[in-house]
Every structure is written in C-alpha cells, then in structure tokens.
C-alpha cells in the first residue's frame, strides 16, 4: 500500500502557472504508474496526464497537451504536474494516483486502474 499526498494547488489568474507535487511513502515507488486526475463540481473525475513505471512514457488529455507536463523522480518518490497556460476550464480538484505496473512503459488511464490516491489540491483558474 503506498500513500500519496498532494500539494500546490491555489488560486491563479488565467494564464498563470502552478506546479502540483505528490509525494508517496512506502517502498517500491519504481513499480508504480503514477497519474494526475482532476474532478470538477457536477463532473466525473478525468485523467489528465499519466507516467509510466520508467518515467519513458507519457500520456496527456487533449485538453492538456502542450500546456502540463508530468514529471516523476524515483530517487525522491515524487510526481510533478506542471501547468501552464491555465484556464478557467482548468479548475477542478486534482489528484494524484498509482497503481502497480508490471509494464516499465505501460500507462494507464482510467480511474478504475488505480487503487491508490492522495486527498486531492483543489486548483482554481480565474478568468
């Protein structure tokens, strides 16, 4: 079982930046995929971007792509969602995810996947 906490949410103006982190504790963090989910009011929760087990795969929601960026680093058992060009389309709580990866580049997109999450950073876009 591994624990993720999230941080960096906020409240930023449109075209801002904000950079989220999630942290997990436990062992193995390598074996893991690791994805950002975002939730808005009324909605279901989305993947927004996934990682593989070796960080060399990447996967990014259409709505996302070329302005977030996801990051892992084993040695810090961290993942990273940077974000840039923010909208207010872009205000959700987001989460953070991982599940076990027998694949080094499988990567994984829905909810189901993943039997592990943070509490969530709620991100708020200003227009």
């Known amino acids: 079982q591994v624990q993720l906490i999230e941080s960096g949410g906020g409240l930023v103006q449109a075209g801002g930046s904000l950079r989220l982190s999630c942290v997990a504790s436990?062992?193995?963090?390598?074996?893991?995929?690791l994805g950002w989910f975002r939730q808005a009011p009324g909605k279901e929760r989305e993947s927004v971007a996934a990682?593989?087990?070796?960080?060399?795969?990447?996967y990014y929601a259409d709505s996302v792509k070329g302005r977030f960026t996801i990051s892992r680093d084993n040695a810090r058992n961290t993942v990273d969602l940077q974000m840039n060009s923010l909208k207010p389309e872009d205000t959700a709580v987001y989460y953070c995810?991982?599940?076990?990866?027998?694949?080094?580049?499988?990567?994984?997109?829905?909810?189901?996947?993943?039997?592990?999450w943070g509490q969530g950073t709620q991100v708020t876009v200003s227009s």
């Open positions: 995810a991982a599940r076990t990866s027998y694949g080094a580049s499988s990567v994984r997109t829905l909810p189901a996947e993943y039997p592990n």
């Open positions: 436990g062992r193995s963090f390598s074996t893991y995929g």
């Open positions: 990682i593989s087990r070796n960080g060399g795969s990447t």
